[in-house]
């Protein structure tokens, strides 16, 4: 079948490459069309990159605490857009502290993100959500 | 002796430039009125006598010629997002010589069909999605394009997986279709396109701007003037075989009309821990800013710049300069002729130079996050760039070419700005730069030293 394509990078005016460069590496190996934005990415970026590509997700990782503040608004970007329900995932150090998983899980799904990962996450849980997600056998 | 002519049919002149190959010399230059509403013959006959004067005449075994007459090469262009594909499409068409009147960006509406058919471009640019990616948009395009009728032909150099669908929607249509200009996203692959657009140049707009009179003369290579300019620039910067180029370099043109900047360089930030952000930049790379010119946009160097800034820079007062100004822009052939109008043309050019430049320029960004500073990288570093070519009427006349060459350079007021930190100038005082960049074609080492020897010869060190 058709190979899915997923936009993925780390948001805002983080600069953590290492997890970005595994996430592409697994994805690929998974058997998706990766576009990787790499990092310091705006929310902007993400949309158009989906845009052009035609994409089916996008995975937006952040690690520096700012996650938060940096995808607010992003679900009503892309609707804006014209990606209607693209899927939407974030993961990583999406927030500052140590706060219960379900409530940020909450607040970013409000957010309209479809799925939000704690840190240490191995990309195998993605690959998993995403083939659930996408429908794929 | 192999005598060589070289004729630019330009917009309001025909410059003809004899050489010998053989030799590598240049043997005269000289221009005359283009007339291609009526026969284009007229200009070409009497630019070729003007030269005979001083060369007596001559037997030629080969003529080139590159135009820029009747509008120059029309295009509109389309594409999906306005800093990806469009933008890609803008920068195929720039590159390939065409003066590019509107590039379009997402799905075209109605108001958009109207301006185009009004428009009546020589080439259309249609593309939108990486390949494998979004087809919706550019097939829309398409069926608006298939609405709007009339015969220009349209390029598609769109997602792959979509072009062949355009072209069954513009049945009927000429139609091309080539390589993605956005194969992968972000990755810029406007060579295919570019190719594609100059043999439609050659097949069918020549012929349509009354240029096929003169062509029974011509041996070969029509090309858009632009067109030839990039040659000449990149085989300046590279060289040829048995020479070497005098290395990256950037060359700017001031029209009348609009002003043009080339580089000749890769752009790759000094620090290779510096980011870079949007689109890869080609090489060779050609902007054309349409709001600024001497005369016809006159009224974007001052809205750009600002009027005070204008009348500081030329020693006037705010009101004879907006006098000055309001005449100029009525009067577009006006030359000057009086201590003032000097100033005041040098004061333009300058700001002319600067706007130019700047747009062309790539910028660097400091941000600082929990790791300290990082730098990240939009467009060209010119930084590094010592060398800049002055050509275009309205510079390589006026007497202080070298002041005003220098508002290309790095400017303290604007730090982020990438322009070059200090170079040489040379000034193409002949105006040979288009000439010399159709010979290089079929006679590159030619082509190369007599460049050296015109321009690389009036070095005015900085």
Do not use: W
């Not at chain 2, 295009?75 to 590039?103: D, I, N, Q, W």
């Not at chain 2, 249609?126 to 609405?147: F, M, P, Q, R, Y």
């Not at chain 2, 050659?202 to 290579?221: F, M, P, Y």
């Not at chain 2, 980011?275 to 001497?294: A, C, N, Q, S, W």
């Amino acid at each position: 079948m058709e190979k899915k394509t997923l936009v993925i990078g780390v948001i805002g005016a983080d600069v953590h490459a290492v997890g970005n460069q595994i996430l592409y590496h697994a994805f690929t190996d998974a058997g998706f069309n990766v576009i990787n934005l790499g990092v310091m990415v705006s929310q902007e970026e993400f949309i158009s990159a989906a845009i052009e590509t035609n994409a089916d997700a996008i995975l937006v990782s952040s690690l520096y605490g700012q996650g938060e503040l940096d995808c607010r608004g992003m679900r009503e970007k892309c609707d804006e857009a014209g990606l209607d329900n693209i899927l939407l995932y974030v993961g990583g150090n999406i927030v500052i502290g140590k706060q219960p998983f379900e409530e940020v899980e909450q607040r970013f799904k409000a957010m309209g993100f479809d799925r939000s990962f704690p840190p240490g996450t191995p990309p195998e849980v993605d690959i998993e959500c995403l083939k659930e997600d996408l429908h794929i056998q | 002796m192999n005598p060589v002519l070289l004729i630019d049919f330009g917009s309001t002149y025909t410059k003809v430039t004899a050489v010998d190959t053989d030799e590598a010399k240049l043997l005269g230059t000289a221009s005359s009125y283009t007339t291609v509403q009526t026969d284009i013959n007229n200009g070409l006959n009497s630019a070729i006598a003007k030269l005979e004067m001083m060369t007596g005449h001559i037997e030629y075994r080969e003529r080139y010629a590159a135009s820029s007459a009747a509008g120059g090469l029309r295009m509109l262009a389309s594409g999906l997002v306005p800093e990806l594909t469009a933008e890609a499409a803008k920068c195929a068409s720039l590159g390939a010589g065409a003066k590019v009147l509107k590039t379009y960006a997402f799905e075209l509406n109605e108001d958009d069909a109207n301006e185009i058919r009004k428009i009546d471009p020589d080439i259309f640019l249609l593309v939108g999605g990486t390949d494998g990616g979004n087809s919706k948009c550019i097939l829309h395009n398409a069926k608006v394009l298939a609405e709007i009728g009339g015969d220009f032909p349209i390029v598609i150099a769109g997602n792959r997986n979509a072009v062949r669908e355009c072209e069954r929607i513009l049945a009927g249509r000429e139609v091309h279709i080539c390589e993605n200009v956005m194969p992968k996203f972000g990755v810029l692959n406007i060579a295919p396109a570019q190719q594609v657009i100059r043999e439609v140049f050659l097949k069918k707009i020549v012929r349509a701007k009354g240029l096929t009179e003169a062509s029974e003369l011509i041996s070969g290579i029509m090309m858009p003037t632009p067109s030839a300019v990039m040659a000449a620039m990149k085989l300046l910067a590279e060289g040829t075989e048995k020479q070497s180029g005098i290395g990256e370099l950037i060359a700017v043109d001031v029209g009348g009309a609009t002003t043009d900047i080339y580089s000749v360089s890769d752009g790759m930030p000094d620090d290779p821990r510096t980011m870079m952000k949007g689109l890869p930049e080609p090489y060779i790379k050609r902007t054309v800013e349409g709001d600024i010119g001497m005369r016809y946009s006159i009224r974007g160097i001052v809205d750009s710049a600002g009027i005070k800034t204008i009348a500081e820079l030329a020693g006037l007062t705010v009101e004879r300069t907006e006098e000055l100004i309001e005449r100029f822009a009525e009067h577009t052939d006006l030359l000057p002729d009086s201590d003032e109008t000097k100033a005041l043309d040098e004061a333009l050019a300058c700001m002319a130079v600067r706007i130019a430049v700047t747009r062309h320029a790539g910028r660097i960004e400091e941000t600082y996050n929990m790791c300290g500073t990082a730098y990240v990288q939009t467009g060209k570093n010119l930084m590094n760039i010592d060398r800049i070519v002055i050509t275009g009427g309205s510079l390589i006349h006026t007497e202080h070419t070298e002041h005003i060459a220098s508002f290309a350079l790095y400017d303290e007021k604007d730090p982020t700005s990438l322009k070059p930190k200090k170079a040489s100038v040379l000034v193409d005082r002949k105006y040979i730069i288009a000439a010399m960049g159709l010979l290089s074609e079929h006679y590159p080492e030619a082509a190369f030293t007599i460049m050296k020897e015109e321009l690389v010869n009036n070095v005015i060190a900085k």
